[in-house]
């Protein structure tokens, strides 16, 4: 089945450093992707997110790269906010006809000033 | 952009009463409705799929009889937790898919319902 892998937070980081939470996925056929966000006391709220092998989505200076051959999608961010402290879920959606998504577990992200 | 409201936020409720979760898009049409489960530390779980006039879609181990779905209108969706017990304590949260042109995969989530069951 279907399975996605994140590290595990709390990550803590300062103001202006630069940012990578990684994740993995198991899937068969070829899944999208996606990165979600939840700040506190939100629902989740898509990030970004890429449908085939070699595309990169982004948004708000967060980036991630569909890679086939390592099964990864990793969210990187050049300088991070204090705004942007949150819990990111990685997820995909199969290639087949279901809807629901796979989740990570989550990392919370904290930024320091 | 599209909105999902849940209703309630928390509720705590004795061991063996019912308890009805409502699901919204406040403004969008979704024709599809999803129900996840989260317990802490762990990542959101599909319990089931709803469409608009049709019987849920539950995946493996979720017991539909236990959790009823009820998906009526364009725009709710309901999650009754029958004969409630204090394992079914969690964080459930909904999501809506529009149908609307440029939306393709994206679910819009609603902010999740506390459950603590006594």
């Not at chain 2, 995969?105 to 319902?113: K, L, R, S, V």
Request: one cysteine or more; a neutral charge.
């Amino acid at each position: 089945g279907n399975s996605v892998t994140q590290m595990e937070g709390p990550v803590t980081l300062s103001e202006e450093a630069f940012l990578t939470i990684n994740c993995t996925y198991t899937a068969t056929g070829y899944p999208s992707l996606f990165w979600y966000v939840q700040y506190p006391g939100e629902g989740l709220q898509l990030l970004l997110k890429a449908t085939k092998a070699d595309d990169k989505g982004s948004n708000k200076g967060f980036e991630a790269t569909y890679r086939k051959e390592t099964t990864s999608f990793h969210l990187e961010k050049g300088s991070v906010q204090v705004s942007d402290s949150a819990v990111y879920f990685c997820a995909l959606k199969s290639g087949g006809g279901a809807d629901g998504l796979t989740f990570g577990k989550g990392t919370h992200l904290i930024i320091q000033p | 952009g599209a909105v999902v409201s849940q209703h309630p936020s928390r509720v705590i409720c004795k061991s063996g009463t019912s308890v009805k979760i409502e699901c919204r898009s406040l403004d969008f049409q979704a024709t599809t409705m999803f129900w996840y489960r989260q317990f802490p530390k762990k990542s959101l779980m599909l319990m089931a799929t709803s469409n608009e006039g049709s019987k849920a879609t539950y995946e493996q181990g979720v017991e539909k009889d236990k959790f009823l779905i009820n998906h009526a209108s364009l725009t709710l969706s309901t999650l009754t937790v029958t004969s409630a017990h204090p394992e079914d304590s969690s964080f459930y949260i909904c999501s809506a898919r529009s149908q609307a042109a440029g939306r393709y995969n994206e679910q819009f989530f609603g902010p999740g319902t506390r459950l603590t069951v006594l």
